[in-house]
């Protein structure tokens, strides 16, 4: 159904080329769906709703702290990404019916409840926000990008999800992440009281996206 990419650490930028390039060669059929499962160094992002005023430091300031600013093309507004935290993009063929954004946003979301709930972690949804939720504190962040196919009819998916595992979450407060300021974030590590190994996060993740996804096998 999809193929597991596990690319280490790497440049936000270098990513988002890799992203358009399977998402061409999916819509060619030259490959199949892809999940690739990697950190960034310290960076933020600005999706297209973003707002100037959710950040909170100058260009200038974010570079003397070694945080590099990305404006992209995903859905959403500013947020962070950095090492401990594990990023997903599923590039994915959505098909040419009974599968549409929300479904598709929804079983991410799921995908991400089911792998924590390994870890004793009960993960939720909190109306009227996207991303998975611990109570009051979001645990993950998601955005993505549908891209029209120009070979085949439907839409292929880019960008995804942002788990924190074990982030250092004081980088979130040099932004107003996702817009939100009434609530805050977490992590797997905070909430367990340990560091987690991410190479296990990276297993369950795609045990549960089998899962989760095999449910929509006819549209993937």
């Known amino acids: 159904?999809?193929?597991?990419?596990?690319?280490?650490?790497?440049?936000?930028?270098?990513?988002?080329?890799?992203?358009?390039?399977?998402?061409?060669?999916?819509?060619?059929?030259?490959?199949?769906?892809?999940?690739?499962?990697?950190?960034?160094?310290?960076?933020?992002?600005?999706?297209?709703?973003?707002?100037?005023?959710?950040?909170?430091?100058?260009?200038?300031?974010?570079?003397?702290?070694?945080?590099?600013?990305?404006?992209?093309?995903?859905?959403?507004?500013?947020?962070?990404?950095?090492?401990?935290?594990?990023?997903?993009?599923?590039?994915?063929?959505?098909?040419?019916?009974?599968?549409?954004?929300?479904?598709?946003?929804?079983?991410?979301?799921?995908?991400?409840?089911?792998?924590?709930?390994y870890w004793g972690i009960e993960g939720g949804r909190k109306e009227p926000y996207t991303g998975v939720w611990v109570g009051d504190v979001k645990i993950a962040a998601i955005g993505v990008k549908f891209n029209r196919g120009r070979k085949r009819r439907g839409y292929i998916t880019s960008h995804g999800f942002a788990l924190n595992v074990n982030t250092d979450l004081r980088y979130f407060n040099m932004i107003i992440p996702c817009g939100i300021q009434e609530y805050g974030v977490t992590s797997m590590e905070q909430l367990l009281g340990r560091k987690v190994e991410m190479s296990k996060v990276m297993d369950e993740v795609g045990l549960a996206f089998e899962k989760i996804f095999a449910q929509n096998r006819n549209s993937l």
């Open 1 to 117: 159904m999809f193929e597991v990419q596990r690319l280490g650490q790497v440049p936000y930028m270098e990513t988002w080329d890799k992203q358009k390039e399977l998402v061409k060669q999916i819509d060619q059929e030259n490959i199949t769906n892809q999940l690739l499962l990697l950190e960034h160094p310290h960076t933020i992002t600005l999706g297209r709703g973003s707002h100037q005023d959710n950040l909170l430091f100058t260009g200038e300031q974010y570079r003397q702290r070694g945080v590099d600013v990305v404006e992209i093309d995903r859905g959403g507004d500013v947020t962070y990404h950095g090492p401990g935290q594990l990023v997903g993009y599923p590039i994915f063929y959505l098909g040419e019916k009974n599968y549409n954004a929300h479904s598709y946003l929804r079983d991410l979301e799921e995908a991400l409840i089911h792998a924590l709930r």
